[in-house]
């Protein structure tokens, strides 16, 4: 193999499409799982211009294009999956057959330990190396959107009845209710951004768009358009007032969502569920295979999804005494988080307590 690194501003046009073509191919070779697009190069190349760090290794055999591998990388040689933290899809981007070896391309990338936690499912190399496996639920509407409401029917019908009821009802109560896809105004985000900050808060979690560059980083993404990657800003309406607003990436294939939020004053009638029904039906109208509702169990996507996809989470290693380091600090948090997480009788006491604790800080 032939590996070459570079900074994003030094990364070729030639290089870019190549990465894309990867992807689009990528279902057809049975890893479907590539197609995300927070595998895409334009997710990578704005994380560059947003932190510092970012580098993307290019994979060549025989001269051709092989794979791509995005990553962020210390002084000291600490590697992270490029967006951990707000990334959803994680690992290299490869063509059919395509292996490799995880200590060649770790040196190759002046990696000492490269931290993953969101890898997605056939990266073998790096699969040796998790700590564990997480669900990822997903709303197949590849065969359309008659046939995932008829799927949802069956598998909640009491959940899609009573969502489908309260969306008549929103539309009785506070107006004509509407939808728009690909919302384009600008103020519609900024509303979607308070939203999500006041429910961090509120729910006793840590502000995301606290943190100027997350922020910087979804506006990036909100004007990147191409016909195999965009941001898509979606909206539900009621009597022409924001109800409900999404925002999330898509590549040809996935729809992967990301920052959902909804204004309070209308959570009687659920519309975050009204509106990812009506994502499903105009992803499904704009041959979406997939939406990809991330890590993390949460009620909502229990009701929505049809399967589940899985990711891991872990740390690639070489011999070296800063990737031990790295690890023996970073391994006990995420070990008591998960562990949080999986048992109910330990979550549902620490998520009221950061509740009250959201509550108190909002006062």
Known sequence: ??????????????????WTALQAKAPQHGSPELANPFLSPEFALAIGRCRRGVRIAAVREGGEPVAYFPFQRSAAGVGRAVGLGVSDAQGVVHGPGFTWDAQELLR????????????????????????????????????????????????????????????????????EVTYVHDERDPAALHTLMGWKSAQYRRTGRSDR???????????QLFHTRSEQFAGILSVLYAGGRPVAAHFGLRTERVLACWFPAYDPAYSKYSPGLVLHLRMAEAAAA???AYLDLGRGQKEYKDSLKTRELHVSEGWVT??????????????????????????????????????????????
Not at 4 to 14: L, T
Not at 209 to 219: C, K, P, S
Request: with cysteine.
């Open 1 to 18: 193999m032939d590996i070459s690194v570079y900074r994003p501003g030094e990364f070729s046009a030639a290089d870019r499409a190549a």
């Open 286 to 288: 704009e041959g979406i």
């Open 209 to 219: 768009f606290a943190h100027e560059w997350i922020t910087r980083l979804v506006q």
């Open 108 to 175: 190759a990338c002046g990696l000492s330990v490269w931290e993953f936690d969101h890898l997605v499912a056939g990266q073998r190399p790096f699969e040796a190396a998790a700590s564990g496996t997480f669900p990822s639920p997903v709303m197949d509407v590849d065969q359309g959107y008659d046939a995932y409401l008829a799927r949802l029917r069956a598998q909640a019908p009491k959940f899609t009845r009573t969502t489908l009821a309260k969306e008549r009802k929103l539309g009785r109560d506070a107006g």
């Open 318 to 363: 070489r011999r070296h005494p800063v990737a031990l380091g790295h690890r023996a600090r970073r391994a006990p948090v995420r070990a008591l988080r998960n562990a949080v997480v999986s048992r109910p009788e330990l979550f549902e006491p620490a998520d009221r307590l950061l509740k009250q604790m959201g509550k108190i800080r909002s006062k």
